[in-house]
């Protein structure tokens, strides 16, 4: 089977991010399909793309479209009309049995709905985040009439899915409550791929990270991912502060990049923790996170208070699980209760970081 596969945030694993689908598009190659990925070359971490190139078996267009989490929500919007344009573009050239666009942004589907009705070929929609429910709750879209675009794409996108793909059971509920049949969702959960942390490569060199990783008496607790509104990596310099005090030997490294990133910067120098226990870096290849995860004590995945959040699916969740370290949360939802269930991490208070560093310090001993 061809199939054109959309996702304007596409990374290997020589880039920081999510690998998603660049391992369910090597899988398919392996199983004997043809993958076509149309993506963007966003930023430095794709600045030797260029065109058509060929990963590990997946022809991937770059299209010469910029992000990045620290463009306002306009330039924002602009970026992702820009991609649904040139990717539709570079789609209708291609002889496809099937298009597959994977959603955020949710203008990810005007091009494959585009493309499915031209075509007569059809569409598979997987839902990673549920837009515009999330924009919507934390105020980015917050005119009537932006609002009723944005449900209506959400309407049109299901309504001209073939088959959709939701990342948890809240998002298959949610995309239920829209009126689309359940038997046509499946639930794929994100996932990582624990072959890479069976043989992690302990020569790998971790940049300006080794100079950050602990003695051995010391216990390091690593956040890896965005810096952006919704993600409460501020709790974690709050609970860095407070165990600054109560125990040396615990430090901090936070890997990444986003809008917030100065203001997390501003925090951790104004409680004294900044490059005494808390390490603040830019983010990691995909490559280097088995190895840098196989140093921590404890893995950490946050979010600020919206039960809209709840219905995540976050790589660092199945990372931290891969390598086989407790995970630490802020937040309800089936990840707090697997890990409870399972006794794979804990989960501290969003409202109340002393508690939270209390039990931080209480695992780690």
């Known amino acids: 089977m061809k199939i054109i596969y959309l996702h304007q945030y596409f990374n290997t694993n020589d880039m920081p991010g999510s690998t998603r689908s660049f391992e369910l598009s090597k899988k398919l ?13 966003r930023d430095n971490h794709q600045l030797k793309k260029s065109g058509w190139t060929k990963e590990s078996g997946i022809d991937v267009y770059w299209a010469p479209v910029s992000y990045s989490n620290n463009m306002s929500f306009l330039r924002r919007i602009f970026s992702f009309l820009s991609f649904s344009i040139k990717s539709l573009k570079v789609a209708l050239y291609i002889d496809a049995d099937l298009i597959y666009a994977t959603s955020t942004p949710l203008t990810i589907a005007i091009p494959a709905i585009i493309f ?35 449900l209506y794409l959400e309407k049109l996108s299901y309504k001209n899915s073939k088959k959709i793909i939701a990342l ?18 499946s639930v794929i959960t994100n996932l990582s791929n624990t072959s890479v942390y069976d043989k992690i490569d302990k020569t790998m060199n971790l940049g300006i990270i080794d100079n950050y ?4 008496l010391d216990k390091l607790v690593i956040y890896t991912g965005a810096f952006g509104h919704v993600n409460d990596v501020k709790y974690l310099i709050k609970v860095a502060a407070v165990l600054k005090n109560i125990n040396s030997k615990i430090k901090f490294i936070i890997a990444g990049e986003g809008v ?48 809209e959040l709840w219905n995540n699916s976050a790589n660092k969740f199945f990372d931290g699980l891969a390598a086989g370290k407790p995970i630490m949360i802020n937040y309800s939802g089936w990840q707090r209760s697997l890990l409870e269930k399972y006794n794979a991490g804990f989960y501290v208070p969003f409202d109340d970081h002393l508690k939270g560093a209390e039990i931080l310090n209480k695992i780690v001993n």
């Open 29 to 41: 190659v392996e199983n004997g399909h043809k993958v076509y990925l149309i993506t963007s070359k």
């Open 168 to 185: 948890s059971n809240g998002m298959k509920e949610g995309i239920i409550k829209k009126g689309y049949p359940a038997n046509q969702i």
């Open 116 to 150: 499915s009705k031209v075509k007569a070929k059809p569409m598979v929609f997987e839902v990673r985040d549920l837009w515009p429910e999330l924009p919507i709750a934390v105020g980015a879209l917050k005119s009537s009439f932006a609002k009723f675009l944005a």
């Open 260 to 307: 917030e990133k100065r203001n997390i910067f501003s925090m951790a120098k104004e409680l004294g923790v900044l490059d005494s226990s808390v390490f603040i870096t830019d983010p990691l290849e995909k490559s280097k996170i088995p190895l840098l995860y196989s140093k921590a004590s404890v893995v950490s995945s946050l979010f600020i208070n919206l039960e």
């Open 213 to 216: 990783v602990p003695k051995p």
